[in-house]
């Protein structure tokens, strides 16, 4: 099989022509910037929101991270944060925040797989076409309607290969959905769902609201430092060193996100944001697009409808700059490594995403899963994690 190979990174100029095929969706996202289910600031409850700028939160920039060990009380780590070379330590992943457990998740799908919609609300949930719904059991989810079959279908086939990779509890729970207004499900909501536009028959995503999130700025060496121009430098161990713990907890899950976005093909976080960096240069010392903070700590990977489908309909546009984020990161949660080895020995990423796919959810069906072309870059792009893992090992190994 043949890998596919991201195209090289061209000249801004030609870059500028390149890019015009697809400006259609940095604006779109841009319209849609609340997409991140950002609710307004008088729903945030308790614990107030701070949006779009750095400062709020635990916000942190490349030089804020480098300079936290004399500024912030947070004590650096006990120990050497990375073990043999590559892997996080496994005191450090201890600490990660839980998110969402299997157990919850799981809970939560059932629940809202069988709840009735009491109520449909606009706004809280990006793009005009979907709703912020109130369930018969009294949680809340964002139902989204795609642009089109492909952004929902993206986004469901996101969700479970998390799963596949470990790290599902990343992402809030999601479950697919039919548009039927004469159903028991939607009775009380007939006449809002007349007045939207969404189509009878139409498969939809329930994503579980979650309380209390704010933005999130791209820490090093994805943050200001990122300018334009300029080549990404590797996270690796040697720059870790006096860090506090709180920042090592989150560059643990910032690791598995940019492998996540990789595979996945998703340019509508980081990417979109880097990319933005020829008429924006202030760019990343904004929040990063669909990406937020819970109170814990633990970040929350939100609206993934441009991965796997959408995304790898793209690669040309956006792999120049996928794939140096991969490139920049040189330690790895040893799980997430361990299970892109068993994908690429096994030769196995679509077969499992499929198995999981479809024993998980019961409307699959209703949008098929991928092509074998998609397949197949699926597998190319586990094969390709793998072997950057290795060079990252081989590069450890003589230091």
Request: glycine content about 8%.
């Amino acid at each position: 099989m043949k890998r596919a190979r991201p195209s090289p990174l061209p000249a801004l100029g030609l870059l500028l022509l390149g890019a015009l095929p697809a400006l259609w969706t940095v604006l779109l996202r841009r319209e849609a910037a609340a997409e991140t289910e950002t609710p307004e600031p008088r729903d945030w409850g308790r614990s107030p929101a701070v949006r779009g700028e750095p400062g709020g939160g635990r916000q942190k920039t490349f030089r804020a991270l480098l300079a936290a060990g004399r500024e912030e009380q947070d004590e650096p780590a006990a120990g050497s944060p990375v073990e043999r070379g590559i892997f996080w330590s496994r005191e450090l992943e201890e600490q990660v925040p839980r998110g969402f457990a299997a157990e919850e998740a799981a809970a939560w799908l059932s629940a809202a797989r069988t709840a009735r919609v009491s109520s449909l609300e606009r706004g809280g949930c990006g793009r005009s076409s979907n709703r912020l719904a109130r369930l018969s059991d009294g949680s809340r989810a964002c139902v989204r309607y795609g642009i089109n079959p492909e952004q929902i279908q993206g986004e469901a086939l996101s969700y479970h290969l998390a799963g596949v990779l470990g790290m599902q509890e990343r992402l809030p729970p999601m479950a697919l959905a039919l548009v039927e207004a004469r159903g028991r499900r939607w009775e009380p909501v007939r006449e809002e769902l007349r007045g939207s536009p969404w189509a009878e028959g139409a498969v939809v995503s329930l994503t579980r609201w979650v309380d209390n999130l704010t933005a999130v700025v791209a820490p090093a060496p994805w943050g200001s430092e990122a300018g334009a121009g300029r080549r990404l430098q590797p996270l690796s161990a040697g720059e870790l060193g006096g860090l506090p713990r709180s920042q090592l907890v989150e560059l643990v899950q910032w690791s598995d996100l940019i492998l996540f976005d990789y595979l996945t093909a998703n340019f509508d976080r980081l990417v979109s944001n880097l990319f933005s960096l020829q008429w924006d240069p202030r760019v990343m010392r904004r929040a990063t697009s669909n990406l937020l903070r819970a109170p814990d700590g633990g970040l929350v990977f939100m609206d993934n409808e441009a991965g796997l489908v959408h995304g790898y309909r793209l690669l040309s546009m956006w792999d120049p700059y996928n794939e140096p984020l991969l490139r920049s990161v040189c330690v790895f949660r040893e799980g997430t490594a361990r299970r892109v080895a068993e994908l690429h020995r096994r030769r196995s990423a679509a077969a499992e995403l499929r198995r999981r796919y479809r024993a998980r959810e019961p409307l699959w069906a209703r949008l098929g899963f991928l092509s074998e072309r998609q397949a197949e870059l699926l597998q190319a792009r586990v094969d390709f994690v793998h072997r950057h893992i290795a060079h990252c090992r081989a590069q450890a190994a003589v230091l």
